[in-house]
């Protein structure tokens, strides 16, 4: 998101046009930044829909607010969850949706479809407002679940300066995707540039056979002259 709050915030969605997302027959299919468009901006989300032959996919990459200190802390975090269910609602022509968050929430004390026990923290008032929020939408974390972790594999992704570690940084699937070949794992040898130890990136490897989408929308070229226009 380009218009960040006073220097501060901002998301970033990085689409590799150089790896291919899919395979038909013996071809190699590569998403174009045709393929992408934006849907919703602002300093803490960003919602993207990319509309590739044979994928179409909602991706959303938000910044959840902390929720700690006072009430009206609390009560402003109840809200921004509640705002970033409504942009999904308001969503013309719903696609599966991709869910990469720094949720500053902890979530594992409690399961469910969307949340496993695996690296279980006490589900605090910020992850109990993401854990409604992943079941209204039917998301899930892969990462929560012991059968999709890397084995032996740390659940972390977040140190605070007090040197406390937590797992603040999910991706979220739709939940029935998690029958396919699905992997997660901490990262730890992408780099973040920072000048401490702060975030980890939480990774995923997901394999599907079938398609995601078949509907491909091309975009119609404009039938009217714009220089006629004053």
């Not at 975090?77 to 705002?83: F, L, S």
């Not at 923290?121 to 972790?149: D, R, S």
Request: glycine share 6%; hydrophobic share 35%.
């Amino acid at each position: 998101t380009s218009g960040s709050d006073k220097g501060k915030f901002g998301c970033e969605l990085w689409v590799s046009t150089q790896l291919p997302y899919a395979q038909s027959d013996d071809k190699q299919l590569f998403l174009q930044p045709q393929h992408v468009t934006v849907q919703h901006s602002d300093p803490r989300c960003l919602l993207v829909k990319i509309n590739a032959p044979y994928f179409v996919l909602d991706v959303l990459v938000a910044h959840a607010k902390h929720g700690t200190g006072n009430q009206d802390a609390v009560d402003d975090m109840k809200q921004w969850w509640q705002d970033l269910g409504n942009i999904l609602k308001s969503r013309r022509n719903p696609a599966p949706l991709l869910a990469l968050m720094d949720g500053n929430a902890h979530v594992g004390s409690y399961t469910s479809d969307s949340v496993g026990g695996w690296g279980a923290e006490t589900e605090c008032i910020a992850g109990k407002q993401m854990h409604q929020f992943l079941v209204e939408f039917g998301l899930a974390i892969p990462a929560t679940f012991a059968e999709q972790q890397e084995v032996g594999g740390e659940t972390h992704t977040f140190t605070s300066s007090y040197g406390t570690k937590h797992r603040n940084d999910y991706v979220a699937i739709p939940a029935e995707w998690r029958t396919a070949a699905c992997t997660t794992w901490v990262d730890k040898d992408i780099s973040l540039v920072t000048y401490k130890e702060d975030h980890e990136v939480s990774s995923m490897l997901l394999q599907m056979d079938a398609n995601i989408a078949t509907t491909f929308c091309k975009r119609r070229q404009p039938f009217f002259d714009k220089h006629k226009f004053k």
